[in-house]
């Protein structure tokens, strides 16, 4: 069994910046995918980022490209999606996830976080 908990969302004005974590226990995340992804009211759950066992690849879903940027620290089973020029669009619950490969699809993920808020203001 593996637990996700996302932490560093909150409020911000649109223009600035975010750091979120996902820190992961009960597994050791090297040997995963991490993925982020999004909940805005009303909507679907959207895909924002994802890291290869590695992080040698990464995907961005094009809404966030050049804006956001996911990292992982293996060593600390801790991964990271810093968030830059964010925009009120961006406000959502980001979730945490892990998948045994890379993936855009809620599906594919094996094991979800619990969500934090962000919320950006026009």
């Known amino acids: 069994q593996v637990q996700l908990v996302e932490s560093g969302g909150g409020l911000v004005q649109a223009g600035g910046s975010l750091r979120l974590s996902c820190a992961a226990s009960?597994?050791?995340?090297?040997?995963?995918?991490m993925h982020w992804f999004r909940q805005a009211p009303g909507k679907e759950r959207e895909f924002v980022a994802a890291?290869?066992?590695?992080?040698?690849?990464?995907n961005y879903a094009d809404s966030v490209k050049g804006r956001f940027t996911i990292s992982r620290d293996n060593a600390k089973n801790t991964v990271y999606l810093q968030m830059n020029s964010l925009k009120p669009d961006d406000t959502a619950v980001y979730y945490c996830a892990l998948g045994r490969w890379l993936s855009y699809t809620v599906q594919a993920m094996d094991y979800w976080g619990k969500g934090t808020l962000v919320t950006v203001s026009s």
């Open positions: 890291a290869g066992w590695n992080g040698a690849v990464m």
């Open positions: 009960g597994r050791t995340i090297s040997t995963y995918a």
